[in-house]
Every structure is written in structure tokens, then in C-alpha cells.
């Protein structure tokens, strides 16, 4: 099983080490409710129980995606010879589908993946809702607290296609007051362990290129739930003006709560990414991470034009998400994984992101684009970035 509390020990003065200085500036919140202290920069749910589900499913994560994958791969490798079908043949989603899902086999590692997934969320959503009043004042709190800023638009009208359960999250990212409480730790199972201090937004916000002149003043996270990458980038521009837009209310709340409580001056503002209120020629670098699968392709146009109107001429784009830097598989498999994650895990724009040609967007949006940029995601040699031509 997963070793949660050695990990949370083993990585916790890593992250805290680039905290020093903020943290020597902090206030900190005007209420605080952290019963059980924290880990480096991770927040300890509030009961040792809750700690040890989310222990347990961290680790029948692991072995989810691990031996059960294997073992469903391995299976879809049979049916397709059972049915005189070459490995490497081209096939369709719906044909994919005919074959694998009625089996035993595919349809256990389904089984085992939503419901963990599903009982991640629950875990942490009933304990919020449960002390709903002290979570609500500590964000509160935290809405006139500094370092750092939040923007709450309460007359934006959201789109429908932001009200989907992403995720499976229980009332999605709009539709929970404590959407940000269930993401943080939900998030954590999601990663295996492997996020406790926020280690994958760290990595995304030290890989992110700067403009040729070097200059960066300004800095915007398209998309940025939580705050975690935003967060990042400041520590890896802290003498930059850095801006994480979302149009989840909840989530921005949270934010705001993680950045006051870690003395972090980054500034938040409720809007949909791709009307934003930001001037043109704005920012030196604009970046998003895992957006563009989770809105539809006139979102994901929409959200370019805007990387491309408010980045200033010579400022850098750099999106971070599936396939950004790597080729779109094609595998039977992965057929059906792309079809359990539409499915079953309410990512509604899965397809039409994979049909999305986010490099021949971009250019159509005026970007000198690159495909081959910095790397971001493991198991990855490069990711597209965009130059607004200068």
C-alpha cells in the first residue's frame, strides 16, 4: 500500500524551502481551520480517519492503475485475436467499443476506477459540508485578506458546458461551495501521492519558456481552479504581477484561501477565459493547464484568441494538456480508455478535444507556433508553445 505519511515527511521540506521568503511576509488568515496542522504546504484533513480512507485510495489507485490496467490491456490484446483483428489495426470508437465493453474484464477495471474515483470526492465533500460554517467564514476571511487579490464577477452568466460533474466531482467545479475542498484532496488520490506539495504545478511552472527578450512582468494561468500553478508561477517569477482567471466561484474562493494562508501575493479574477476583461498586449507569458479538453472547440478557440489579444507582441503561449507534447494514440486501447474517460468519468468534451487541431489553431489565431517547446508532462520530449509575432 501507498505510503502516504512518508511521502507527505519526505517531500514536504522541498516545497517549503521555496516558500521561506513568502511565508516571512505572510499574515496569514484572519481564520485558519487547519485542526491537524499541515504537511510542508499540504493542509491535513481535519480527522485521522478521513486520512486513512484517503490512504487507502491512494493506494488502490496505484493498483488500479497498475496491475488492473495491465491485466485489462492484456485482455484487450485477446479480443482483438479472438476476433482475428492485427493489434496495430485502425479502429474506429464505435467499433472499439462493440468489442470491449461487454467483457467482464474491461467492465471490472471500470467498475474499480469510478468507484474509487466517486468515493474520493464523497470522502472529503460530506466532511466539508458537515462543518459548512467554519469553511465558509475561513473563506470569507480570506476574500479581505492579503498578499494578493480576488475578483468575484456574481453577475456572469455561465455557459452550460462549465455545469458538467468534471470529473465526477460532486456538483463539479460551479456547483458545490466547497468544489475547492473536494478538488485539493480528491486531487491527491488523482495523483497517486504524487502531488502532496504540489510538485506536478512546480514542475509545470519551472518548464514554462520565457520570451526572447527575457522579460516578464506579467503572467496570467488561464483556467486556474485552485491556484496551485498559479501559485508556481509566482515562485518561479516572484517579481512578476501573476493572474490565474477561472469561472468556478468555489474554486477561486479556495485559491484565495491557499494563497493568503502561504503569504503568496498572486491575484485572481472570476471570468470566463476566453472573454476575459484583461487588456490587449497585456502579459508576457500565458499558459493553461489541462483546459482545453474540458470546454468545447468554440471554447477552445475562444481561449486562444484570448491567450493571443493579451499577450503583448514577443509574448509567449504555452498550453499543458493531453497530446500537447506528445502524438494522439491510436491504439485500441487507448480507444477505449479515451471512451471510459467520456463516459464514465464525465470528461463531456473528450472527443471533441481529440479531434481538436490545437497546432493549426493556434496559427490561426496569428501564433508563430513551436511543437517541439520545452517539455512539461513526464514521459513527454517537448510541448507546442506560440510566440505572438513581435
Known sequence: ????????????????????????????????????????????????????????????????????????MTR???????????????????DTVKLMAPDPTMGLYIHNWENTQRAMWATVQVEAHKNADAYMDEMDGAMKAGPGSLELDSKLVLPPYVKHEIHIQPGGYVGDPFAGYIYLHGQNVVFSGGNFQDNAQINFANAVPTPADGKVGRVLEQGC??????????????????????????MLRYAKVLAVDRGIDVNFMQQLSEQSKFPTNHFDVVM???????????????????AYRTLRPGGVFYPIDLFTGSAKPSSAYSQFRAWQDYRWNSEVWRMEYTALDLEGEMRKAGFIVNEKGPTARRGTDRNVMGTKPA
Not at 482475428?84 to 464505435?94: H, K, N, V, Y
Open 76 to 94: 484487450c490484446n485477446e479480443i482483438l485475436k479472438a476476433n482475428g483483428i492485427p493489434l496495430d489495426a485502425p479502429l474506429s470508437m464505435e
Open 288 to 306: 493553461n493547464n489541462l483546459l482545453f479538453h474540458e470546454v468545447t472547440t468554440e471554447g477552445a478557440r475562444g481561449i486562444i484568441a484570448e
Open 225 to 250: 481552479s485552485i491556484g496551485q500553478l498559479t501559485m508556481a508561477l509566482k515562485l518561479r517569477f516572484p517579481k512578476a504581477e501573476v493572474w490565474g482567471d477561472d469561472v468556478a466561484a468555489p
Open 1 to 72: 500500500m501507498f505510503q502516504r505519511r512518508s511521502f507527505l515527511l519526505s517531500s514536504a521540506a522541498a516545497a517549503a524551502a521555496g516558500l521561506t521568503a513568502f511565508k516571512a511576509n505572510a499574515k496569514g488568515l484572519p481564520l485558519d481551520i487547519e485542526p491537524r496542522g499541515t504537511n510542508g504546504i499540504l493542509e491535513r484533513l481535519p480527522r485521522v480517519d478521513l486520512e486513512s480512507a484517503q490512504d487507502f485510495m491512494t493506494g488502490y489507485r496505484v493498483f488500479i492503475n497498475q496491475e488492473l490496467n495491465r491485466a485489462a
